[in-house]
């Protein structure tokens, strides 16, 4: 082909070039039709997690990928990347993502881990950390909350998920020793049973102290040992069952 060809050729039928923002554009635009919650999440992440500290990459993934939304009563979607907590029945909430981010990091989950939850509530702490560890057995005190989460488990496909009713401050026996163990309820003291089934060099993160004045605490088991190190004021809802029913004793001092 002459160049005078190519010269004419290129006249009729001219090179269309496509802008880089356009063509980023028309990739959010499929994104979002095929997940329109995809980039709420992410901008949750970004704002809500990454820039306040939360540094652990697979953290930050499982965050991205689990739908908070439908771990919500109906009416509140529009909350669900917002970093708040939000009622979801049976005078609970659903824990705010940062906090949510803040327990799990420090929780240090590995991939080989079996880890107990106190209280499933929503089911969105042990949807979290059930794409970081082997293993999530989660006990709820309420039956509805508890039902409900296992169903929302199951449709989101989470097999790694273990649930029951009862009362947590049991423990679940049948399942330990756990490598660790998270509590999303504030007991006044940590509970003996889960002393003894937290594996020796497993981790306990726990919120301890009365209704208003708590405290996060993270917990090794250290040859028959707990090394209690208290991290940062919060506010969980009081663990109930038979935690209610023992004294409280004054907070623990680090080792």
Known sequence: MTRRSCA???ALFPLVVVPRAFAQSQEAAKTD??????RPRARMVQRHLAERGIKDPRVLDAFRTVPRHKFLPPGSNRQAYDDESIPIGEGQTITPPYDVAFMTEVLDPKPTDRVYEVGTGSGYQSAILSRLVKDVYSVEIHAPLGERAAKVHKELGYTNIHT??????EGWPDAA????????????RIPKPLVDQLKDG???????GDRFTQSVWLVVKKNGRLIEKELKPTLFVPMTGKALKEPAEPKAKAD
Request: hydrophobic share 45%; with cysteine; proline share 12%.
């Open 8 to 10: 004419i050729l290129a």
């Open 33 to 38: 039709a095929e997940d329109p919650t995809a």
């Open 164 to 169: 029951k009713i009862g009362d947590g401050y």
């Open 177 to 188: 020793p756990f490598d660790a163990i998270i509590v999303t309820c504030a007991p006044q």
């Open 202 to 208: 497993g981790r306990m993160v726990i919120p301890l």
